[in-house]
């Protein structure tokens, strides 16, 4: 079955940085975009960061521009967000998911879906 586990989070102070990790397991990794989510307390899931299969291809919400880099190790199975100059509204659940096609996880995410990793920024 297909499992995505992700890692790496933290409490952090603001401006600090912190690096995610998903591992995936039971799907034929390189062909599957991946993509990143969020969840803040109240608040709605909203899509955070998306890399194609290959790698070549990233997209990443405004909010997070210029501050987060997602890349992925196909070797390794594994999917980063690099999460730098942080800010106390990053603070939420951040949820790794996995799919076939790019447009969609930024339109509403992937197949799969881990079971999230908490993310807390203090100011």
């Known amino acids: 079955q297909v499992q995505l586990v992700e890692s790496g989070g933290g409490l952090v102070q603001a401006g600090g940085s912190l690096r995610l990790s998903c591992g995936a397991s039971?799907?034929?990794?390189?062909?599957?975009?991946m993509g990143w989510f969020r969840q803040a307390p109240g608040k709605e899931r909203e899509f955070v960061a998306v890399?194609?299969?290959?790698?070549?291809?990233?997209d990443y919400a405004d909010s997070v521009k210029g501050r987060f880099t997602i890349t992925r190790d196909n070797a390794k199975n594994t999917v980063y967000l690099q999460m730098n100059s942080l800010k106390p509204e990053d603070t939420a659940v951040y949820y790794c998911?996995?799919?076939?096609?790019?447009?969609?996880?930024?339109?509403?995410?992937?197949?799969?879906w881990g079971q999230g990793t908490q993310v807390t920024v203090s100011s």
């Open positions: 998911t996995a799919g076939p096609k790019f447009n969609a996880i930024v339109a509403r995410g992937g197949d799969y």
């Open positions: 039971g799907i034929t990794f390189g062909t599957y975009a």
């Open positions: 890399i194609s299969g290959i790698g070549g291809l990233t």
